[in-house]
């Protein structure tokens, strides 16, 4: 059972295309469906490697990955049929590419990453998956009365998005200076 909550995590990376092409080809309550399975897959990995005592060093890397890759193309092709603005896409995007960017940078440099998420981080994630939901069900399912919240909703989810790409970037300089202060050696 020890492979279960990796194959779950790895799940999430072939629902990401299905997701993206249910919500171009408008057909939003399957995009819906294939959400909530990635979620339930999101929330199971986790809980099995504890349960099973398999939480592995590749799962704590494959679990935010396939969570980024799933979120941003859940964001581009909900921009590609205009259920949200550009800007939007272009900040969710533009953030986690930031992200990925120090990250491998800290990697190449420091041959070890502890680039952990803020909580600031953990708040935007949250928001963009309501969001995410909540513009989809509203187009699943207009007559439960989501528009208001489906209008909302990115607005919010551009705050804190951009307010947690700016704390990892205040984070990541930061960083850089305590190394440049305090050099050490990485093994080999």
């Known amino acids: 059972m020890s492979w279960l909550p990796n194959l779950l995590t790895l799940s999430r990376f ?4 299905w997701v993206a092409l249910s919500i171009v080809h408008r057909e939003y309550r399957q995009a819906l469906l294939l959400l909530a399975a990635a979620g339930l897959t999101d929330a199971a990995d986790g809980q099995l490697a504890r349960r099973y005592g398999s939480v592995t060093r590749l799962g704590g890397y494959l679990d ?19 259920l949200i603005p550009a800007w939007l ?6 953030r986690d590419l930031l992200i990925l960017a120090f990250a491998g940078s800290v ?13 600031w981080g953990k708040l935007s994630t949250v ?21 208001l919240w489906a209008a ?3 607005a919010m989810a551009g705050i ?15 960083m850089l200076r305590n190394w440049r202060a305090h050099p050490r050696i990485d093994a080999a």
């Open 14 to 17: 072939p629902l990401a295309p």
């Open 160 to 174: 804190t998005t951009g307010w947690s790409g700016i704390h990892y970037a205040w984070l990541g300089v930061r």
């Open 89 to 94: 896409v272009i900040i969710v995007v533009g």
């Open 127 to 147: 928001v963009q998956i309501v969001t995410g939901a909540v513009v989809i069900a509203d187009r699943a399912f207009p007559s439960v009365g989501l528009s």
């Open 107 to 119: 990697l190449a440099a420091r041959r070890q990453c502890n680039f952990r998420p803020s909580v």
């Open 64 to 82: 935010p990955v396939a969570d980024k890759v799933l979120l941003v193309t859940v964001y581009i092709s909900m921009g590609w049929a205009a």
């Open 152 to 154: 909302a909703l990115p």
